[in-house]
């Protein structure tokens, strides 16, 4: 009778220490299960901070290299707008002694033509001399385009005004009033010349100089 009680006590004590330990493996998976899943949380927020820390960064990169950018052009501009303003100077000076001479020294056809002669020579120094320019910085280039063309126009216009004065040989044609083309040709210059300063003036106040112009 004994051993049969025996028996059963052991068979309970085994069978309470196999649920103990099923409890134990359960209990360890599942807290094994948790703690896996918060440390793959953990690492995928981790990943999502570094990120963002990294995008952030190549932010402030991006940020302050268009800075450095932008204090580059700045500086190319000056060094540009150095050597440009006395090749501007030069041209309307000379423009300005020929409008005088005009003005003074019309008597007859040929006072006229050696004037408009001086005058695109005035105009092809004026291109030569731009085209003579080392260095265009980027956010130039159009405002320098727009002077070549300016220049081409100039020189093509007072060669034409030139072949008017050859083929009328009269004192009253020199308000040229008889020719519309030539009319034409005379305000599409004023046009570009208005046109080149107003992009002038944009480019240079984007790049804070506007003490330049």
Known sequence: MKNYKDIIVTSLLVLCFAGLLSYNIITFELFGRAAIERMERHAILEVQQQEKIIARQATLELIELRSLAKIQDAADIIEFDAVYTEIKKDYLSSIG?????????????????????????????????????????????????????????????????????????????????????????????????????ELHIEIYSKYGLESLL
Request: aromatic letters at 10%; glycine letters at 4%.
């Open 97 to 197: 002694g020929i409008s005088e001479e005009f003005e003074q020294k019309v008597i007859n056809m040929d006072s006229i033509k050696i004037l408009t002669n001086k005058r695109i020579k005035i105009a092809e120094k004026f291109k030569q001399e731009l085209e003579g320019i080392s260095m265009i910085p980027e956010p130039l280039n159009d405002f320098y385009g727009s002077l070549i063309e300016f220049a081409d126009n100039d020189i093509y216009t007072w060669e034409e005004i030139l072949i008017y004065y050859s083929k009328n040989l009269s004192l009253d044609s020199t308000q040229l009033n008889g020719d519309d083309r030539i009319e034409e040709l005379y305000m599409k210059n004023q046009e570009l010349y208005r046109e080149l300063e």
